[in-house]
C-alpha cells in the first residue's frame, strides 16, 4: 500500500492499515468516539506518534481567528479527520480539506467507519505553506 510518489505514504499507509483492523474488529454501527479509541490503540501499537482530539489554530490572512480540534494529527504532518457515516459524500470531503488548509498541512486522510467497508481518502492540501513544513502551529 506504500506509494513513494505520495508524500507521507509510509505514514498513512499505516493508519490506513490500523483502520482496516478496527473496522474489520467492529464493523460498522458505533459512534465516532468508539473507533477514535481503538484507532489510538491500534496506532501506538504501531509506534506512530500522535496527538489525540489536539487542538489546533486555525488563520485567515496570517491572523489567528477560532481553534478546532483535529481528530489525530501523526507525526505532526498528518491530518486524521474520523466519520462514522452510511457514506461519505462531497461534503465531508469538502470540510476535510478545508481543515487541511487552515491548519497549513499538507497531507490528511478522511476515514469512515459506518459503511460496511471502511472508506478512506487520501487528501493533499494544495495550499500548503512549505516554510511550515513539518512544524504545525501546535497548542
Known amino acids: 500500500m506504500v506509494n513513494q510518489d505520495y508524500k507521507y505514504s509510509e505514514i498513512t499507509s499505516k493508519i ?12 460498522n454501527g458505533f459512534q465516532e468516539v468508539i ?7 491500534e496506532m501506538s501499537d504501531l509506534g506512530l506518534n500522535f496527538f489525540r482530539e489536539q487542538e489546533m489554530p486555525i488563520y485567515y490572512k496570517n491572523q489567528q481567528i ?4 483535529v481528530d489525530f494529527l501523526v507525526e505532526n504532518v498528518v491530518s486524521v ?3 462514522a457515516l452510511t457514506q461519505l459524500d462531497d461534503k465531508n470531503l469538502a470540510q476535510a480539506i478545508n481543515y487541511l488548509e487552515a491548519y497549513d498541512l499538507e ?8 459503511g460496511k467497508s471502511l472508506q478512506y481518502k487520501r487528501i493533499v492540501n494544495r495550499k500548503f505553506n512549505q516554510k511550515n513544513q513539518g512544524n504545525p502551529q501546535i497548542k
Open 35 to 41: 473507533y477514535q479509541r481503538a484507532l489510538k490503540i
Open 16 to 27: 490506513i492499515g490500523a483502520a482496516m483492523r478496527v473496522h474489520s474488529a467492529l464493523g
Open 107 to 114: 497531507v490528511g486522510l478522511l476515514i469512515n467507519f459506518g
Open 66 to 69: 477560532g481553534m478546532r480540534r
Open 81 to 83: 479527520e474520523l466519520k
